[in-house]
Nanobody, 120 residues
């Protein structure tokens, strides 16, 4: 199965922007799949943020509120999550996923996550 490694999470102030990155390593067949992001708070189910296909078709959850965008660099096997105007409610563990569409229902492979903490 592929190996997913997230990076970029850190502590920021409300109103800041942050870009998370995820590298996907493994058999090339996995690189044809959709990639995306969830986030998860302790004791809660993961929340779908968005997904992007290899061709660049993007799905963003309504909860992202227009502040989050996804992008993907197929040549580098990477997917990104750009988050703007962060609020304390965005504090969470952000998880990179690989699967097929709709990714919110078919996220087969998961990374370990990168923590984002937003303070007021």
């Amino acid at each position: 199965q592929p190996q997913l490694r997230e990076s970029g999470g850190r502590s920021v102030q409300a109103g800041d922007s942050l870009r998370l990155s995820c590298t996907v390593n493994g058999d090339r067949k996995y690189l044809d799949l959709d990639m995306g992001w969830f986030r998860q708070d302790p004791g809660k189910d993961p929340e779908f943020i968005g997904g992007i296909s290899k061709s660049g078709k993007t799905t963003i959850s309504s909860s992202a509120g227009g502040r989050f965008t996804l992008s993907r660099e197929n040549a580098k096997n990477m997917v990104y999550l750009q988050m703007n105007n962060l609020t304390p409610e965005d504090t969470s563990l952000y998880l990179c996923v690989v699967g097929r569409g709709p990714l919110k229902d078919y996220a087969y492979f998961w990374g370990q996550g990168t923590q984002v903490t937003v303070s007021q």
